[in-house]
């Protein structure tokens, strides 16, 4: 490595000292500023509220809950092939291990062997059909852990198995039109052509680009493993501390393999450590199996994987395989697209199909297409279910049409931006998506100004020309890609949320929600929205633990809706409250009950300044109900699966970043130097939360399309990437030395929560500049005379493998 390079790698670290620096006194400041309007407790940059928890170490998980006497452990026996017929299982020697209570199987469920999510096609423990390398076949329930795992370990020698051969890639999946949900189709013209019409007219086009690419798939990698404790309780009941994003879900699928109603099931989940999305259904065979062995025994029984096995059993983010055919014009405006999207599924739908959906609806990303013809098959393989993943198909589908535009403007010899412009939606015209949605509240165009100017975008293309120039062995890349994501579920019915929030007669103020925190700050949002309503300090406010016995039916804690259906329902609630003290209050001071106010812990009613205790303490007095229930429905939704068309969003969150790396030519290594980002989180809740929701979305994205390779045996179906050691996810020294990140000033035009925008989801899609600057690096070592064959992820090997290729061919 060259002393330029080794210079600009060690003299960011000042900047990045700086940039720190000059958040916290922008956070500061803003706080100041929000702080002078009385009472505001929202858009301020309050800590997370268990952040003394979670650096003391003393935040209670599920596996930190005290373990009641009598409690067992259990662990799965895992198939050792990938596809076959299960003939037998001779049990006894795992019975006569030491410490084994009892031995499960599908056999054992008094209910539904099933666990699928959308659709009933997921057997909790094999039901005789061998799916994947890793498929629970039994359970084991020991007196402790060691004990249990020890013996079901045993299950290669115990399971007689008819072996198969087995469908591991999507590909082989498409070609024997093996899928886990029909074919999805949406098309769009607008000139009235039918596909051969739209075909024709990309034929026709000046230009002509054509193509095929893989992208692959991603480990959630939550820091808490999958668990579930599953305590029997009396009449027939269940209680279940689960680890997971979706309550609800894990309560309606107990119910069924135990073969009760909902009522008898109580799902817990104080908080999460971690989930991405890997807790939104798949937690769901973990809680039924500890739920059925509890019951089998009348006694309490954990189910806590370790790292292999969870990586063996549970899915992961979808990998796709894509085939278009594009035409444009000279300026590179898309004149029309068609589009073969294949994803890789595993044995069951579980949620593949509303993923496909997403991915369909995010490949216009932030550009018009005008002729637009789309497939999405969801490819049936004889490997773990993939499922939810942050993004939820959104990234598959985005990232397609970068790879197009990236391509576009390398055949044109143009810088991407100037092609990326050329296509963004406008304003007033050409802002209809695919879908039919009309694009409202578009900020594309001035967010990536800003972005452009900020970073000094312009003269560092031209810094980097130069030292590509002079530099025969490393080189440099650069790139800025934009973002517009959807949100809102894409099935109507789950953007819906409840919430409960009591008033105690000391003033304190404890809130349950349907959402459940996983790290994001939902619950330090959720308090600031309450305490914000009621005028009163954030210290006041308490949120529990998400419980399906408080707040029934809620939807899972993903879609990036978490804050906006959550937030909005405890306003809801804390509104009706403060409605009510107003005019107990002014029942009892005078004046009228719309004219009280409520900020900085007192109440302004009457001419009097009155403490907020003393109001409650004379609200309970007087009989007023001091709790509310709250729900919100987000409004103005529609969707035709079949013709896939309505309005699946709410709004649209916009983003755009910067990214410059260097990449060694002779080793594929790579480096990223700066990253700057630009992001729109509305009129934020908590501009330090969002922050960090930005900067972690940033550097996990990177890690899907860089460092994060899945590899399963070609013959077997093992998954042999199921650890850390071959495995890698980004660590702090993949961070870039200089990270700039900034959040975009204005307001959601829609009517969300305090007018703000999920930042959960839409910035996973901001490290595509990642992508694209390594590839714009390996285009450099050819003289940018040939589009780089660069696959995802861009490991070492990828990178060496398109550098090999752009230089034969140039």
Same mark, same amino acid.
């Given at each position: 490595?060259?002393k330029?390079?080794?210079?600009h790698?060690?003299?960011?670290?000042?900047?990045?000292?700086?940039?720190?620096?000059?958040?916290?006194?922008?956070?500061?400041?803003?706080g100041?500023?929000?702080?002078?309007?009385?009472?505001?407790?929202?858009?301020?940059?309050?800590?997370?509220?268990?952040?003394?928890?979670?650096?003391?170490?003393?935040?209670?998980?599920?596996?930190?809950?005290?373990?009641?006497?009598?409690?067992?452990?259990?662990?799965?026996? /895992?198939?050792?092939?990938?596809?076959?017929?299960?003939?037998?299982?001779?049990?006894?020697?795992? @019975?006569?291990?030491?410490?084994?209570?009892?031995?499960?199987?599908?056999?054992?469920?008094?209910?539904?062997?099933d666990?699928?999510?959308?659709?009933?096609?997921?057997?909790?423990?094999?039901?005789?059909?061998?799916?994947?390398? *890793?498929?629970?076949?039994?359970?084991?329930?020991?007196?402790?852990?060691?004990?249990?795992?020890?013996?079901?370990?045993?299950?290669?020698?115990?399971?007689?198995?008819?072996?198969?051969?087995?469908?591991?890639?999507?590909?082989?999946?498409?070609?024997?039109?093996?899928?886990?949900?029909?074919?999805?189709?949406?098309?769009?013209?607008?000139?009235?052509?039918?596909?051969?019409?739209?075909?024709?007219?990309?034929?026709?086009?000046?230009?002509?680009?054509?193509?095929? &690419?893989?992208?692959?798939?991603?480990?959630?990698?939550?820091?808490?493993?999958?668990?579930?404790?599953?305590?029997?309780k009396?009449?027939?009941?269940?209680?279940?501390?689960?680890?997971?994003?979706?309550?609800?879900?894990?309560?309606?699928?107990?119910?069924?393999?135990?073969?009760?109603?909902?009522?008898?099931?109580?799902?817990?989940?104080?908080?999460?450590?971690?989930?991405?999305?890997?807790?939104?259904?798949?937690s769901?065979?973990?809680?039924?199996?500890?739920?059925?062995?509890?019951?089998?025994?009348? @006694?309490?029984?954990?189910?806590?994987?370790?790292?292999?096995?969870?990586?063996?059993?549970?899915?992961?983010?979808h990998?796709?395989?894509?085939?278009?055919?594009?035409?444009?014009?000279?300026? *590179?405006?898309? /004149?029309?697209?068609?589009?073969?999207?294949?994803?890789?599924?595993?044995?069951?739908a579980?949620?593949?199909?509303?993923?496909?959906?997403?991915?369909?609806?995010?490949?216009?990303?932030?550009?018009?297409?005008?002729?637009?013809?789309?497939?999405?098959?969801?490819?049936?393989?004889?490997?773990?279910?993939?499922?939810?993943?942050?993004?939820?198909?959104?990234?598959?589908?985005?990232?397609?049409?970068?790879?197009?535009?990236?391509?576009?403007?390398?055949?044109?010899?143009?810088?991407?931006?100037?092609?990326?412009?050329?296509?963004?939606?406008?304003k007033?015209?050409?802002?209809?998506?695919?879908?039919?949605?009309?694009?409202?509240?578009?900020?594309?165009?001035?967010?990536?100004?800003?972005?452009?100017?900020?970073?000094?975008?312009?003269?560092?293309?031209?810094? #980097?020309?130069?030292?590509?120039?002079?530099?025969?062995?490393?080189?440099?890349?650069?790139?800025?890609t934009?973002?517009?994501?959807?949100i809102?579920?894409?099935?109507?019915?789950?953007?819906?949320?409840?919430?409960?929030?009591?008033?105690?007669?000391?003033?304190?103020?404890?809130?349950?929600?349907?959402?459940?925190e996983?790290?994001?700050? $939902?619950?330090?949002?959720?308090?600031?929205?309450?305490a914000?309503?009621?005028?009163?300090?954030?210290?006041?406010?308490?949120?529990?633990?998400?419980?399906?016995?408080?707040?029934?039916?809620?939807s899972?804690?993903?879609?990036?809706?978490?804050?906006?259906?959550?937030?909005?329902?405890?306003?809801?609630?804390?509104?009706?409250?403060?409605?009510?003290?107003?005019?107990?209050?002014?029942?009892r001071?005078?004046?009228?009950?719309?004219?009280?106010?409520?900020?900085?812990?007192?109440?302004? #009613?009457?001419?009097?300044?009155?403490?907020?205790?003393?109001?409650?303490s004379?609200?309970?007095?007087?009989?007023?109900?001091? &709790?509310?229930?709250? =729900?919100?429905?987000?409004?103005?939704?529609? &969707?035709?699966?079949?013709?896939?068309?309505?309005?699946?969003?709410?709004?649209?969150?916009?983003?755009?970043?910067?990214s410059?790396?260097?990449?060694?030519? $002779? +080793? *594929?290594?790579?480096?990223?130097?700066?990253?700057?980002i630009?992001?729109?989180?509305?009129?934020? /809740?908590?501009?330090?939360?969002?922050?960090?929701?930005?900067?972690?979305?940033?550097?996990?994205?990177?890690? &899907?399309?860089?460092?994060?390779?899945?590899?399963?045996?070609?013959?077997?179906?093992?998954?042999?990437?199921?650890?850390?050691?071959?495995?890698?996810?980004? +660590?702090?020294?993949?961070?870039?030395?200089? =990270?700039?990140?900034?959040?975009?000033?204005?307001?959601?035009?829609?009517?969300?929560?305090?007018?703000?925008?999920?930042?959960?989801?839409?910035?996973?899609?901001?490290?595509?500049s #990642?992508?694209?600057?390594?590839?714009?690096?390996?285009?450099?070592?050819?003289?940018?005379?040939?589009?780089?064959?660069?696959?995802?992820?861009a490991?070492?090997?990828?990178?060496?493998?398109? $550098?090999?290729?752009?230089?034969?061919?140039?």
């Amino acid at each position: 490595m060259n002393k330029p390079v080794i210079d600009h790698l060690l003299r960011p670290a000042q900047p990045f000292a700086d940039y720190r620096a000059n958040l916290e006194h922008r956070l500061d400041t803003e706080g100041e500023s929000r702080a002078q309007d009385a009472g505001a407790r929202v858009g301020i940059s309050l800590p997370h509220e268990s952040a003394v928890l979670h650096v003391t170490g003393t935040a209670t998980y599920a596996d930190d809950i005290p373990e009641l006497a009598g409690t067992l452990h259990c662990a799965l026996g /895992l198939s050792p092939v990938a596809a076959g017929k299960l003939l037998g299982m001779d049990l006894d020697a795992v @019975r006569a291990m030491p410490g084994v209570v009892r031995v499960i199987t599908g056999e054992d469920i008094p209910g539904v062997n099933d666990c699928g999510s959308a659709v009933p096609d997921d057997p909790i423990l094999c039901d005789g059909e061998i799916r994947f390398l *890793g498929q629970p076949v039994f359970a084991v329930v020991a007196q402790t852990r060691d004990q249990a795992r020890r013996a079901a370990a045993l299950a290669r020698k115990v399971l007689q198995i008819e072996p198969a051969e087995p469908v591991l890639t999507p590909r082989q999946a498409h070609a024997k039109g093996q899928y886990v949900v029909p074919p999805m189709h949406l098309l769009r013209s607008t000139s009235g052509r039918d596909e051969a019409g739209i075909r024709a007219a990309i034929a026709a086009a000046p230009h002509r680009l054509t193509g095929e &690419w893989d992208v692959g798939g991603q480990e959630q990698f939550y820091l808490e493993g999958q668990i579930s404790y599953a305590i029997p309780k009396e009449g027939g009941g269940m209680h279940v501390h689960c680890s997971t994003q979706h309550p609800s879900e894990m309560q309606h699928l107990v119910a069924h393999a135990l073969g009760v109603h909902s009522n008898a099931v109580l799902v817990e989940c104080r908080r999460m450590g971690g989930g991405f999305g890997g807790k939104e259904s798949q937690s769901a065979q973990f809680a039924c199996i500890a739920a059925v062995a509890a019951r089998a025994l009348n @006694r309490p029984v954990k189910l806590r994987l370790d790292r292999d096995d969870d990586f063996l059993i549970t899915g992961r983010r979808h990998g796709f395989w894509y085939e278009y055919d594009v035409g444009y014009d000279d300026d *590179g405006r898309i /004149l029309g697209v068609t589009l073969q999207m294949v994803s890789h599924c595993g044995h069951s739908a579980d949620l593949s199909a509303p993923v496909m959906t997403r991915a369909v609806c995010h490949f216009d990303n932030a550009y018009w297409l005008p002729e637009v013809a789309m497939h999405g098959y969801c490819g049936k393989t004889n490997t773990q279910s993939n499922t939810a993943f942050r993004g939820f198909g959104g990234p598959q589908g985005a990232i397609a049409i970068e790879y197009i535009m990236d391509s576009i403007a390398r055949k044109l010899g143009r810088d991407a931006l100037a092609v990326r412009r050329a296509n963004f939606y406008g304003k007033d015209e050409r802002n209809v998506t695919p879908y039919r949605q009309t694009v409202t509240d578009n900020v594309i165009h001035e967010l990536v100004e800003q972005l452009e100017a900020g970073s000094d975008y312009q003269a560092r293309r031209a810094a #980097v020309a130069a030292y590509n120039a002079d530099s025969p062995v490393l080189k440099r890349g650069l790139a800025l890609t934009p973002l517009k994501f959807g949100i809102s579920f894409n099935v109507k019915h789950f953007n819906q949320a409840g919430a409960l929030v009591h008033i105690y007669t000391d003033g304190s103020i404890l809130v349950n929600h349907g959402g459940t925190e996983m790290g994001q700050g $939902l619950n330090t949002k959720v308090a600031q929205v309450v305490a914000h309503e009621l005028g009163v300090g954030f210290d006041r406010v308490r949120c529990t633990a998400t419980d399906t016995s408080k707040v029934a039916n809620t939807s899972a804690t993903a879609a990036s809706t978490g804050a906006d259906l959550n937030g909005k329902a405890a306003q809801d609630a804390a509104s009706q409250l403060r409605e009510r003290l107003a005019a107990s209050a002014a029942a009892r001071h005078g004046g009228r009950a719309t004219d009280v106010r409520f900020a900085n812990d007192q109440v302004y #009613v009457g001419g009097k300044t009155l403490a907020f205790n003393t109001v409650i303490s004379e609200a309970y007095l007087d009989r007023v109900q001091l &709790w509310s229930d709250g =729900f919100y429905a987000t409004p103005g939704l529609s &969707w035709d699966k079949d013709r896939m068309q309505g309005r699946p969003f709410y709004y649209f969150a916009y983003g755009a970043a910067v990214s410059e790396v260097v990449i060694d030519t $002779l +080793t *594929g290594e790579w480096k990223l130097l700066r990253a700057d980002i630009l992001h729109d989180a509305g009129r934020s /809740l908590n501009p330090a939360v969002d922050i960090g929701q930005v900067e972690g979305a940033f550097i996990q994205g990177m890690g &899907w399309i860089t460092t994060e390779e899945l590899v399963w045996h070609p013959k077997t179906g093992l998954l042999t990437t199921h650890a850390p050691s071959t495995y890698k996810i980004p +660590t702090a020294n993949d961070c870039p030395p200089v =990270f700039n990140v900034r959040l975009f000033d204005g307001p959601n035009a829609e009517d969300s929560i305090h007018r703000s925008k999920a930042v959960g989801e839409p910035p996973l899609l901001l490290p595509f500049s #990642v992508f694209f600057a390594i590839r714009d690096a390996i285009s450099a070592a050819g003289g940018h005379r040939v589009d780089p064959p660069l696959t995802a992820p861009a490991t070492s090997e990828a990178i060496l493998r398109a $550098l090999t290729a752009v230089r034969q061919a140039a």
